[in-house]
């Protein structure tokens, strides 16, 4: 399976809501689950994971969280994108700095030899100029599912 099939329209979201990282991460992962993409252990797998193991990353564009659970709450390969309407604060990847954040991409992997290829797609697609303008101008879900589709 390549990572383009990972992405879908209807996994994009522009103007979510929510005060905090919990919060986000509640609202995304009711909306997985009700799509089939996750298993009900989803949420509790991907917060313990977050605190274990922080996904938040300052490239030298954008701030970005890159949030990811273990692939046994996974039931469908997936990327979500959440561009929130205001930051919240996650942690930093590494030294658990705390980091605000507006970009989160929810990855859903079953096979975990994907995860660090996926990671690092990620981290290299943020670290190109052009790309990052190119997502932080898109304004709606067909540009930006386009935009990934074209360039992971």
Aim: aromatic share 12%; glycine share 6%.
């Amino acid at each position: 399976m390549s990572y383009k099939d990972m992405f879908h329209e209807q996994l994009i979201h522009l103007e979510v809501e929510g005060a905090t990282e919990e919060a986000v991460f509640e609202k995304v992962a009711a909306q997985l689950r009700d799509l089939g993409f996750v298993n009900e252990g989803y949420l509790r797998g991907i917060t313990a994971r977050e605190q274990k193991f922080p996904t938040g990353l300052i490239t030298q564009h954008v701030n970005i969280a890159l949030p990811h659970s273990d692939p046994e709450y996974v039931e469908k390969p997936f990327v979500y994108i959440a561009r929130l309407k205001n930051e919240v604060k996650v942690k930093q990847m590494g030294d658990s700095q705390e980091m605000g954040v507006k970009n989160l991409f929810f990855l859903g992997i079953k096979d975990p030899k994907g995860q660090v290829g996926l990671l690092q797609a990620f981290m290299e697609l943020f670290m190109q100029e052009e790309f990052v303008t190119r997502f932080i101008n898109a304004q709606d879900e067909t540009d930006i599912y386009q935009l990934f589709t074209a360039n992971i």
